[in-house]
């Protein structure tokens, strides 16, 4: 029988392995189940399609990049291996070369999106055409931890079990806590080979810039790379149509690709830009470019990634020859608000929000970074290197100070504060600002009202951000995004520590030009309404009825800006009627006030808002104190919900009116007592 070289070889070839590749193919070969993290363009395909030649029956890999199978699966034919793929962007000719392969017993290695293992007919299918072996590509999408997280993934361990075949998955992208979890859903903690190649891409040069004019930085870049093939990522589908314009209009051969557009469009893109040279794709990050293209010369960022995996994972797409290639990643206090939202919007529980929160403080971190941008990104991963010589950081060192004193007054000042504040609030108390938020706090009383006033707002906000880049201080999200600090800034605020920051980007943020940006609400009030949001998607998708019909944004805003405290506040609150008062308020109001309000009477909700309730409420509060009689000695008595309404709505003006409503025995305990609340509160 042939061995892996020999494969390799006549097959693929290659007259040897790169690096860490002969040790994955043996621990294949030899039937043990593997995870092997490898570096973009490191190979990782061949170490499973290689086994996959070696063994009777069929390979399944399982990948989330629809363009990216279409291409290995097209590589692998015109190399003589019969391969197919079921996704659903297949033409029929193509869906019917795969059933005529699999009938006739041809097929070596099928590619099929997770999704399709949803289908109740998967199972059979898989088991029919002797499926021996499960190649899962893109495995940190199995982390619920990691930055790209698929439902369909978490199918795959009950799957090898069902099979009860082999299975071997791959990433480039995983830190300690997503492998750890990797293994645990696919593996079900059996033994398993791990295999870590290091995530070093030393042909790819590293740049970060903060955003200035955005559109005229990406062309500017794009310029000085004309004819070469590049990606430009996106965070919105209509910007990625509105740059690709821009582009062409400059002169470059640009298209835009979301999931907007239909299956087609999407792949007459993938195909121009496998055939073409110089061609630009403006893309949104959630769709990505699965392709599998080796000489895309730059990838740039108009908007800042989602997380630091995120951004390695979609830098890694370029340079995959080897040869050399070059990154831009544009950065600014609106993308961290977008990201902050996209955070807290989503319906992930409290602990995985939270550590969203912490991977993109580890991009703002490589953003900010004061040294060697490599050595930050791959000490995220866990791996130490030297300076690289390839990225900004290294050819010019940024400007730095000793902001310890900065860091100590900002600390301070969440101290102070109870952590229950974003930087909005901080802000205004370090620069002196006495807004009514401050005052009715009392917080232009606190030691450290005024003393930051060496700094502008917008020189303390890159104070913060670079605070929250080097983790010391994280968004809580218990508490809609106010700062809490963190263990590791405790010898700042004791003095025992200094801390520099950079001094460019304190410099920038007091001279740079930025358009103004029109907010839904302000960045206080911003994490809440993130949490009204998700909230209110969470219960659409439950009633399977659009957002907008539980409540509109301006309602959401509005609840966000006032904070309701009660029902009857609530109420106040524009596009708040009583119907969604009664099946909505008390879910909505739990939100704002952190709390879980205790249920009010349906009687008492329909008053809420309205005057009559704080009638009802004393009418309450008085019946209470008299229950057992003036003296407290006597036998219990009350009256009923809908009786206290009615006193409410007939507003009895005489002692026999309210004998007649209440009757002879309850007017004696309560009659006189109702008649001085209702002319009291004149109703």
């Known amino acids: 029988m042939p061995n892996a070289s020999d494969f390799l070889s006549t097959i693929f070839g290659f007259d040897s392995f790169r690096t860490g590749q002969a040790e994955i193919v043996d621990a294949i070969v030899n039937g043990r189940n593997t995870l092997a993290i490898m570096p973009t363009g490191g190979g990782k395909s061949l170490c499973f399609q290689l086994p996959a030649l070696m063994r009777d029956g069929v390979t399944v890999v399982i990948s989330p990049l629809i363009a990216l199978m279409r291409d290995q699966v097209r590589a692998l034919r015109e190399a003589g291996v019969e391969a197919g793929a079921l996704t659903s962007g297949n033409t029929d000719e193509e869906t019917e070369y795969v059933y005529s392969a699999v009938n006739e017993g041809r097929l070596k290695i099928l ?7 949803a289908a109740s007919g998967t199972l059979a299918f898989l088991k029919r055409i002797n499926t021996t072996f499960i190649a899962v590509d893109e495995a940190h999408c199995v982390s619920q931890w990691g930055h790209d997280f698929r439902p369909d993934y978490l199918r795959l361990g009950d799957l090898r079990k069902s099979l009860n075949v082999q299975m071997a998955a791959f990433t480039a992208t995983a830190d300690e806590e997503t492998q750890a979890e990797i293994v645990t859903r696919l593996f079900d903690g059996t033994e398993t080979a791990v295999f870590l190649h290091g995530f070093d891409r030393p042909n790819i040069h590293l740049r970060f810039e903060a955003k200035d004019s955005p559109r005229r930085q990406i062309l500017e870049f794009a310029d000085a790379r004309k004819e070469q093939s590049g990606i430009v990522y996106c965070a919105t589908r209509k910007k990625t149509e509105s740059l690709a314009g821009a582009l062409n209009d400059a002169g470059h051969k640009a298209c835009h690709y979301h999931g907007g557009m ?11 830009f496998q055939r073409e040279d110089g061609l630009i794709v403006v893309a949104t990050v959630a769709f990505g470019m699965g392709v599998d293209k080796p000489d895309i010369r730059w990838v740039a960022h108009a908007d800042l990634p989602k997380s630091i995996e995120a951004y390695y994972q979609e830098i890694g797409r370029a340079g995959r020859d080897g040869a050399p290639a070059e990154t831009l990643t544009l950065f600014g206090p609106e993308d961290i608000r977008l990201r902050r939202a ?12 939270e550590a969203d929160h912490v991977r993109l403080n580890a991009l703002l971190g490589l953003a900010e970074a004061l040294g060697c941008r490599r050595q930050k990104l791959l000490g995220f991963f866990g791996e130490q290197s030297k300076p690289c010589g390839n990225c900004d950081q290294c050819e010019r060192p940024p400007e730095t100070f000793d902001a310890t004193k900065a860091v100590r007054m900002a600390l301070s000042a969440m101290l102070r504060t109870g952590e229950y504040f974003g930087a909005g609030h901080l802000i205004d108390i370090l620069i002196g600002n006495e807004t009514d938020k401050v005052q009715q706090r009392g917080h232009d009383t606190l030691p450290t009202f005024g003393v930051g006033k060496e700094f502008g707002r917008a020189e303390w906000q890159a104070i913060f951000r670079q605070m929250m880049g080097h983790d010391l201080i994280r968004p809580d999200v218990e508490r809609y995004g106010a700062f809490r600090m963190t263990e590791i800034a405790r010898p700042i605020l004791r003095d025992e520590q200094t801390i520099e920051l950079r001094r460019d980007t304190i410099r920038q943020a007091k001279t740079m030009r930025r358009p103004a940006v029109k907010a839904l609400v302000s960045d206080e009030n911003a994490p809440l309404l993130s949490a009204l949001k998700a909230k209110r998607r969470a ?7 659009p957002a907008y019909i539980i409540f509109n944004d301006r309602t959401l805003i509005e609840m ?6 009660t029902l009857d506040d609530m109420a106040r609150i524009g596009g708040v009627g009583a119907k969604k008062l009664e099946k909505y308020g008390d879910t909505f109001l739990n939100i704002i006030t952190g709390e879980i309000s205790v249920p009010t009477h349906p009687t008492r909700r329909k008053l809420a808002g309205r005057g009559e309730g704080d009638v009802y409420d004393q009418l309450l509060a008085v019946q209470a104190m008299l229950a057992r009689g003036p003296d407290g000695t006597d036998k219990p008595m009350g009256c009923s919900a809908s009786l206290l309404a009615k006193v409410i709505s007939i507003k009895p003006r005489d002692i026999s009116t309210m004998q007649r409503l209440l009757g002879e025995k309850k007017s004696d305990r309560f009659g006189a007592a109702f008649l001085d609340v209702l002319l009291k509160g004149n109703i």
Do not use: N, S
């Not at 996209?342 to 929000?353: C, K, S, T, V």
């Open 111 to 117: 590619y099929m999106a997770p999704e399709r293992l």
């Open 262 to 272: 239909q299956a087609q469009d999407r792949r007459h893109v993938e195909t121009r």
């Open 342 to 353: 996209q955070i807290d919007e989503g319906l992930a529980p409290p602990d995985r929000r």
């Open 539 to 545: 219960l659409a998708e439950e009633a399977r009825a």
């Open 560 to 565: 966000a800006e006032v904070r309701p405290k």
